[in-house]
């Protein structure tokens, strides 16, 4: 079953405690990638499968330069910016922020400092159905990342059994962006 997802949820609110001493200042989120601010990758990815209401939770010291960014959306995409104001609670609190403003019975979640392609996020909703709560996006081989720093994921038949940062067995590692029933909560 083929549902239609009009919403998203980008978590943004990250200090970037990691590369701090690299980025002299600024947000990794604003950090040009291939040219182009890092959050805008899941922003456009969300946009090329439909999405058109998108929810951003941000912290206060990048705020500005993403609403500076995301000014630069087509006109059609509603973006509200969400500001967290304990950023150091992690990325379920951002979360639990964002999910205050969906509406719909599914929306997506993206880390905003992810990058993946749109056809992602294209099998993401061709596995969604009504007996699913979460879509969850890994990958099993992955090359481009620091497997130590990765949420890492034990899937067995296509459900998974085990998730975390410190998980000894895996089999896949989180991309960053999933699919959620809104009624989970």
Same mark, same amino acid.
């Given at each position: +079953?083929?549902?239609?997802?009009? #919403?998203?949820?980008i978590?943004?609110?990250g200090? &970037?405690?990691?590369?701090?001493?690299? $980025?002299?200042?600024n947000?990794? $989120? =604003? =950090?040009?990638i291939?040219?182009?601010?890092?959050? =805008?990758?899941?922003i456009?990815?969300?946009?090329?499968v %439909?999405?058109?209401?998108?929810?951003?939770?941000?912290n206060?010291?990048?705020?500005?330069?993403?609403k500076k960014?995301?000014?630069?959306?087509?006109?059609? !995409?509603?973006?509200?910016?969400?500001?967290?104001?304990?950023? #150091?609670l992690g990325?379920?609190?951002?979360?639990?922020?964002?999910?205050?403003? !969906?509406?719909?019975?599914?929306?997506?979640?993206?880390? %905003?400092?992810?990058?993946?392609?749109?056809?992602? $996020?294209? =099998?993401?909703?061709?596995?969604?159905?009504?007996?699913?709560?979460? !879509?969850l %996006?890994?990958? &099993?081989?992955?090359?481009?990342?620091?497997?130590a720093?990765?949420?890492?994921? $034990?899937?067995?038949?296509?459900? !998974?059994?085990?998730i %975390?940062?410190?998980?000894?067995?895996f089999?896949?590692?989180?991309?960053?962006? +999933?699919?959620i029933?809104?009624k989970?909560?």
């Amino acid at each position: +079953m083929n549902f239609h997802v009009t #919403e998203g949820i980008i978590l943004a609110a990250g200090l &970037s405690t990691r590369l701090r001493s690299y $980025l002299n200042g600024n947000s990794k $989120l =604003t =950090t040009p990638i291939l040219g182009r601010p890092l959050i =805008t990758f899941p922003i456009m990815n969300f946009i090329s499968v %439909g999405i058109r209401r998108i929810i951003i939770v941000a912290n206060k010291d990048n705020f500005w330069a993403i609403k500076k960014i995301i000014n630069e959306i087509p006109s059609d !995409v509603n973006i509200r910016i969400v500001v967290n104001r304990k950023p #150091e609670l992690g990325n379920g609190y951002s979360f639990l922020l964002g999910r205050k403003y !969906v509406y719909s019975d599914f929306f997506v979640l993206s880390m %905003g400092d992810h990058i993946y392609v749109p056809r992602v $996020l294209r =099998t993401l909703l061709n596995a969604l159905s009504n007996d699913v709560d979460i !879509v969850l %996006g890994a990958d &099993s081989s992955p090359r481009f990342i620091e497997v130590a720093e990765a949420t890492k994921i $034990l899937v067995f038949k296509d459900r !998974v059994i085990g998730i %975390g940062k410190k998980l000894g067995l895996f089999s896949h590692v989180d991309i960053g962006v +999933m699919l959620i029933k809104k009624k989970l909560f």
